[in-house]
Structure formats: C-alpha cells, structure tokens
C-alpha cells in the first residue's frame, strides 16, 4: 500500500504546519499544497480499489476463456456478443454451416444471407429447387431456374409437358410411375426396361429381377448363378440355422445361416465360421467332426492335425493322405494280425499280407520235394502232390515196384504216357497188346512162316487161324 502510506505522511505534515505559525505566508501555502496532495491520493485509493474489484470478478466468470471469447466479463457476470447467449456465452444463437457454401455471407444474428439464385439455410440449393429436389440446378432437372435483380426473386421456365413452379409434375399420366419407372417425352411416357403400361405402372419382370442377383431382358428375368425363382429371389445356397450347444434354442433358418455370402451357388463364409452351410463355429468339436470326415475318412480312420483342416493324423491300422488305406489290406488272409508296423504272420505263413503258406522242405530244400505245390486249408498249409507221389512232403513214390522201371518206354507208349492212337504200321507185339484194348480196328498183320505163327500163339495164347 504504498499511496496508503504516503498520505499518512502527508496528514502529519499538515498538522504540523498548522501548529506552527499562522502567520507566515509559506506555512499556509504549504497547508493548502497538502491538501490538495491528500485528495488526489484518496482519488488514487479508490481508483485502485475498483480496478482490483473488477479483476476479482472478472476471474470469478464462469469460463477460464473469459466468457467463450465471446463477450466480455464484469463483475463477475457475462455479457454476450450478438449472435451468443447463455451464462459463458457457450450457445450460438446463428450458425452459417458451410460457410454459407460459397454463396452468401454470414450475419451472425440471421445467419447465411444468400446471393441470388440460391437458397436453404447453407445457400446449397438454388432457389427454384424445392428441399426433396436433387437436381443441380433445380426446376427438378425439367426446366431453368430464371432470376429477376430488381424483385430478387427466381422462378422455373418448365419444359414442355412440365408444370410450374417447380416442374416436377408433368403433363404424363401419374408422372409415369416416377423416375424408377420411366420419363415423359413429348407428353407421353417412356417406360425403363422392366416396366409398360401407359404410365409405366406394369412390372414386366417380378421384383425387378432382383438386382443385382438377375436381369430382366425381353420381360424376362434371367438370374445370375446362384439365384433362382421368376425373380431371381430364391438363392441356390442352403437354407441353415447355426449349430447352438445343446439345450439352446437354434435361430431361425438363413442362407448360408446368416454368417456368409452366396457366390454362385456356393456358401463363402465369414473367418468364424466353417461348413457348406456356415452353420459350424470355427474350432468347435462339430467342425473337429467335419474335417475329419471330409478329409480323413472319418473320425474312425483319422482327425484334422489342426482341427478343422488338414492333414490327416491316422488312426492304428490305416494309412494315406486321406487315412483310407488299410495298412494290412486283406486282413492277412486271415494269416496274421495287423499291428502298426502292418502284418504279423503266423507260424508256417509268410509275405507281406501273410498270403503264402510255408510247406516242409526236402532235403534240397524244394518245397513238398518238387512234386507238389505247397496250399492251405483252413489255415493250415499243406502239400497237394503230382499223380504217383504221397506223403505229406510229396517225396514217396505211391507204385514202389515202378520205381526200377520208370525209365523205360514201354512198347505202346509215348513219354511216359499211352499213345492217342495205335500205330497200326509198328507190327509190333505192344501195338498188337494194345489195340485190343484201345485201338481195336487196328488190323493184325499176321506175320509169314513158322515163326510167326509161334510168335501169335505166344503173345495171344491162342492158336492163329490157318493162312491160306
């Protein structure tokens, strides 16, 4: 309080001027300069006091920005600019969205002040365009927007068999169903493609074919693949609900069971989900069972290795890419046992599915002695031996007493074997022998003299008749 202070100084020197002597000039000139100094001094004080009252209450607003910057703070209240209120001017009486598109100025107690030619509350539209009126230059595309400077006011000058104000009602029956179905020429309609009718009300192709899934062309609606129905509203996708724990209550049937997209018949589901359907949650123990049974054969063959894809992990006894290879096919011949390393022979069967029997070996070690060949009955391998040979190793001869002669050719027989026929022109004692029996219309040819006529009595034991 330094003024406080000085003025406190100057009053003691004032009384002490007073005390002094009344009579001197100089005494009462410097009373009368001290008082005019303690006045101004009481004008300072005071003058000081209002400043730091209004800071106070200017700090005391109730924005920390000093009124939204948009007003001025005293004594502590608030007093908004034009165009904002409220107790820290925080709301805009007027707004100018857009900046007034470009075409207008902003005042900020009526807003956007439009140029002529435009309109709306941003100066975006013209001003002969009506608020549902998309076209650029309004007049609803079917006309032209004509401004007048000196009234400031624009109107439409419609097209032939358009309507005033706004053109947008034409001179065509019912507007020829609106835009979608067709468009007045020369005061009739011109329907679109899938539409007729003198006002273009007839749907020639139901449902609009369904677009984009099908086209109408001719009247007809020819669908796109995946899509069917005579207006391609049918999808060729399976109809499904999800898969739900049991006990839940299963949404209603979708295509593709609402979690993916038909492409062309096919199901393409989103990443959570899998199957032909979209029914399945991805790595759930009902995809676990798909996998396993689109690729691995079946759950008894094989699993997924990674769950729902493959490849496929075998179950004991198959093998392949997809697990449908018997590791011992034919069982073993019922020979053996499969085990993982494949088949197990029993005893006397051997090969790699137990299907060749192990007869006893002769002493050269020729299975059943080379004169049989080795089979199996029952699961008991056994000898089956040529003609003239027995014992299970087929190494015994069955006529012992042949034994010695087995070598020689009998007259009559060939390699071991009869002849098919007699050879009538041998002459021989064993052709003779033998075409009583086999070749009787063999002729006999008696031979000539005494010695052949012993000769028949000794191999016939009859007498040969006389010779003439």
Not at 380 to 394: A, I, R, S
Not at 395 to 424: I, W
Request: with cysteine; net charge neutral.
């Amino acid at each position: 309080m330094p003024l406080l202070r000085a003025m406190l100084n100057h009053s003691a020197a004032f009384r002490a001027a007073r005390e002094g002597s009344v009579e001197a000039d100089a005494a009462a000139a410097a009373a009368a300069a001290v008082a005019q100094q303690h006045l101004a001094l009481e004008r300072a004080l005071l003058r000081q006091r209002e400043r730091e009252e209004n800071e106070n209450a200017r700090l005391r607003c109730p924005h920390a920005f000093n009124c939204s910057g948009r007003g001025d703070c005293l004594f502590g209240e608030c007093h908004c600019r034009s165009g904002f209120s409220g107790s820290s001017c925080q709301i805009v009486d007027v707004s100018c969205p857009g900046k007034c598109s470009g075409h207008g100025r902003c005042d900020p107690v009526r807003g956007c002040q439009c140029a002529l030619g435009y309109a709306g509350e941003d100066c975006g539209r013209s001003a002969c365009a009506l608020e549902t009126d998309a076209s650029f230059g309004g007049c609803n595309g079917q006309g032209k927007c004509v401004c007048d400077v000196a009234s400031h006011t624009c109107s439409c000058r419609c097209q032939n068999h358009f309507l005033p104000p706004y053109c947008e009602h034409s001179t065509c029956p019912d507007q020829c169903g609106g835009a979608a179905h067709g468009r007045c020429v020369g005061g009739a309609c011109v329907c679109e493609q899938r539409w007729s009718g003198r006002s273009c009300a007839v749907e020639i192709c139901p449902s609009g074919c369904s677009a984009p899934y099908g086209a109408c062309v001719a009247g007809v609606c020819v669908c796109s693949e995946g899509w069917t129905g005579p207006g391609c509203a049918n999808s060729s996708c399976p109809m499904a609900s999800e898969v739900v724990p049991s006990g839940s209550v299963s949404p209603p049937a979708r295509t593709c069971a609402g979690h993916g997209a038909c492409d062309r018949g096919k199901c393409v589901c989103s990443s959570e989900w899998t199957s032909h359907d979209c029914s399945l949650r991805v790595d759930s123990p009902e995809s676990h069972l798909l996998c396993a049974n689109t690729f691995c054969g079946g759950p008894e063959h094989g699993t997924c290795k990674y769950g729902d894809y493959p490849p496929c992990e075998c179950k004991p006894g198959w093998k392949g890419t997809n697990c449908t290879d018997f590791l011992c096919p034919g069982n073993c011949s019922s020979n053996g046992f499969c085990t993982d390393a494949g088949c197990v022979c029993y005893d006397h069967f051997r090969g790699p599915e137990c299907e060749e029997p192990v007869c006893p070996n002769d002493s050269r070690g020729q299975a059943c002695s080379g004169k049989g060949v080795c089979l199996s009955k029952g699961g008991v391998p056994y000898c089956k031996c040529e003609v003239g040979w027995g014992n299970p190793q087929c190494s015994a001869p069955t006529n012992p007493t042949r034994t010695t002669t087995a070598d020689v050719e009998s007259p009559g027989f060939e390699n071991g074997k009869p002849r098919p026929k007699a050879n009538c022109e041998d002459n021989v004692p064993g052709a003779i022998m033998l075409s009583q029996g086999v070749a009787a219309g063999c002729p006999v040819v008696a031979p000539s003299g005494k010695e052949g006529a012993r000769g028949l009595r000794r191999l016939s034991g009859r007498t040969p008749p006389s010779i003439s």
